[in-house]
């Protein structure tokens, strides 16, 4: 989209269709013909609206993006405790995982824009990092100790369980009890009344 002008409906039927063809069929190997015949537009509209196959793909992330940051808050604010929030990720994994079998959008983002200077490159690193982030901010309002440490460890599991996703292998049940145990043992004891 271009910056500073609110989205038209056409722009928002781009980029869902963008998104289902990015995702499913990777970034470079979709061309705009493609995304302007699955949105019903011309390639003019989608020039006009994005200016570039470059920006569309950064709208596509930045959007994708807003929905995971979403769910993952949501996760956490339904969590009983600080302890139990710093897991909360993968409880959001969990449900996200159930619509999005193609493993992680940011990753494949990763492999196939690996110029850092590419606008969606960037939104795709500052994903995982603001992931990383909120890690290491969980951990530390639990208590946990190292919360850096557990943070990384934590990114780690968490990013494996979505790297086999499209395998099969259903390795986030086993993801999340090992976070779950790493966590609890870098968490202060409970308090004995």
């Known amino acids: 989209m271009q910056e500073g002008r609110p989205m038209t409906p056409a722009g928002r039927r781009i980029v869902a269709?963008?998104?289902?063809l990015f995702y499913n069929r990777g970034i470079t190997a979709v061309g705009v013909d493609l995304i302007a015949e699955h949105s019903g537009v011309t390639k003019r509209t989608l020039y006009n609206q994005f200016g570039?196959?470059?920006?569309?793909v950064a709208t596509y992330l930045a959007e994708r993006d807003q929905r995971w940051r979403s769910l993952v808050r949501a996760a956490v604010d339904a969590c009983g405790s600080p302890v139990e929030a710093v897991t909360a990720p993968f409880d959001a994994l969990r449900t996200w995982s159930g619509t999005n079998t193609r493993g992680c959008a940011f990753i494949n983002a990763l492999a196939e824009l690996p110029d850092p200077s590419h606008p969606a490159h960037r939104i795709a690193a500052a994903q995982k990092r603001w992931l990383l982030n909120l890690f290491e901010e969980l951990a530390t309002a639990a208590?946990?100790?190292?919360?850096a440490t557990l943070a990384t460890r934590l990114l780690v599991l968490h990013e494996g369980a979505v790297a086999t996703?499209?395998?099969?292998?259903?390795t986030l049940p086993h993801s999340t009890d090992l976070a779950r145990s790493l966590v609890k043992a870098s968490a202060p004891p409970p308090l004995v009344l």
């Open 17 to 20: 269709a963008a998104e289902e």
């Open 52 to 56: 570039s196959k470059d920006r569309l």
């Open 165 to 170: 996703q499209p395998l099969s292998l259903d």
């Open 143 to 147: 208590g946990c100790s190292g919360p």
